[in-house]
């Protein structure tokens, strides 16, 4: 593990540094607080230091000040080296940030005792990080498909819209159902169904730009957000979209035919409207695909006058 | 591991207790000595000039630094004159500075001797 080490006298440098590496420790030696705050701030920095309290520069208790300011780091457990040994001296060197302190000169074993206790206050925030990381992708993340989930993809086209209409700019929305999907289910079995999803997924994925958004808005249907995408070359990209699907699935139980039908939407042709109308707008688009004899796109054409209160989309689902 | 120097007995330095710092490794034992030797001569001076000057602020700094340094190389009696040194810095009392440091140097200098003479026995 790596540690940090500012310490302006050489000799206690040294001591500390031997006696580190010694026990196992990546160590970077630097000689003032000034060095010691650039450390602890750059990429990939220990997240263990000894921080020598009266520096050069920048002393100890101020460096711990900087550090814990800069939330969005990995916690950094950081132990004050003094040879103050006041209660108040205490104090101050605690209530600045520091996570203990060892008063100098000290002795080796207490001080690889006390980095050993560091570590294990480090280990259990990596815990609580992976969890909470974990409880954010759960809630932001469709489990079948691991794309996101209807929540996470219209927050993100929301956001898109808003963007794409700042900069003057055009997103392409794309509003996808798998076509007989009931019957995959009704006469393969749930199971089956779950890994016809499961591999739409995985084609649109591959099938869009990194920066592009893909989620699961209902039970078959995906919404595909195409960021900058030109006016021109959005029905482009939503039919190779669409190709790239209807390609036989392998599945348990043999390859299946699928196909999807596309209700498509460029941004810039509606203008500043509300994220339902748009919804709306390309629902209708993706019910004429149906309508039309689906396995095909549809562009959604704005209206000529103001449209009448949008139908929330919960409200729209059809046989498909 | 050479032997503890003949004049340890007198506290001037606790070569025990720096053997046990440095987990008897000779190797960097001497290389503390060596630091030591280059460096001390530099701060004793800086800290005769501040004195002299009646910078207590400098004072107290430099006898810090010293402190410390001492302290780490179990230099009981050099460390303790230092902290005192220190201590009268801190509280601007000039008139017992230069005493403290006149105790200072003659701790060091007795101290030098048995680093000295530690050092030409590693040698031999």
Redesign the interface.
């Known amino acids: 593990m790596k540690i940090l080490i500012a310490e302006d006298d050489p000799i206690s440098r040294k001591l500390l540094q031997k006696a580190l590496e010694r026990a196992g420790y990546d160590v970077l030696a630097v000689e003032n607080g000034k060095q010691a705050l650039e450390v602890l701030a750059s990429f990939e920095a220990p997240r263990l230091a000894l921080l020598d309290w009266v520096m050069p520069e920048l002393d100890g208790p101020a460096v711990c000040r900087a550090i814990r300011k800069r939330a969005e780091q990995p916690y950094a457990y950081m132990v004050l080296l003094t040879s103050k040994d006041s209660k108040e001296e205490t104090v101050v060197g605690l209530e600045s940030g520091a996570d203990d302190y060892l008063t100098k000169p000290f002795n080796i074993e207490e001080l690889r005792a006390r980095l050993r206790v560091g570590e294990r206050i480090l280990l259990l925030e990596d815990r609580l990080v992976e969890a909470r990381e974990n409880m954010r992708f759960r809630a932001t993340h469709d489990p079948l498909t691991s794309l996101l989930n209807r929540g996470a993809i219209l927050d993100l086209l929301n956001r898109e819209l808003h963007r794409s209409h700042r900069e003057n700019k055009s997103t392409a929305v794309l509003l996808g159902d798998v076509d007989h999907f009931k019957r995959v289910n009704d006469t393969l079995g749930h199971l089956v169904g779950d890994e016809v999803l499961a591999e739409i997924a995985r084609r649109l994925l591959s099938a869009v730009r990194s920066y592009d958004f893909v989620g699961r808005y209902g039970g078959e249907e995906f919404l595909v957000v195409l960021n900058s995408c030109d006016p021109a070359h959005g029905p482009a990209r939503a039919e190779e979209i669409r190709k790239s699907i209807a390609k036989p699935i392998m599945t348990t139980k043999g390859p299946l035919s699928i196909s999807m039908s596309f209700g498509v939407l460029q941004s810039s042709e509606w203008g500043p409207r509300s994220l339902e109308e748009l919804l709306h707008g390309v629902d209708t688009a993706l019910y004429e695909a149906k309508a039309g004899g689906r396995d095909c796109l549809r562009m959604a054409k704005p209206p000529t006058e103001s449209l009448p209160p949008a139908i929330p989309p919960e409200l729209l689902r059809h046989e498909r | 591991m050479t032997q503890a120097p003949e004049h340890s007995s007198r506290s001037v330095w606790n070569f025990s207790e720096l053997l046990?710092?440095?987990?008897n490794?000779q190797e960097?034992l001497v290389?503390?000595l060596n630091?030591?030797k280059a460096?001390f001569p530099q701060l004793l001076r800086s800290l005769r000039s501040a004195v002299d000057a009646g910078d207590m602020k400098k004072s107290a700094?430099l006898s810090?630094?010293l402190?410390?340094?001492l302290?780490?190389?179990?230099a009981t009696r050099a460390a303790a004159a230092a902290a005192e040194l220190e201590k009268l810095a801190k509280a601007a009392d000039q008139s017992a500075l230069r005493g403290a440091l006149d105790c200072l140097e003659q701790e060091t200098a007795t101290l030098n001797q048995e680093i000295d003479s530690y050092l030409q026995g590693v040698r031999a």
Do not use: K, S, T, Y
């Open positions: 046990v710092r440095v987990e490794d960097l290389d503390l630091i030591f460096d700094a810090h630094n402190r410390g340094m302290a780490n190389l179990a």
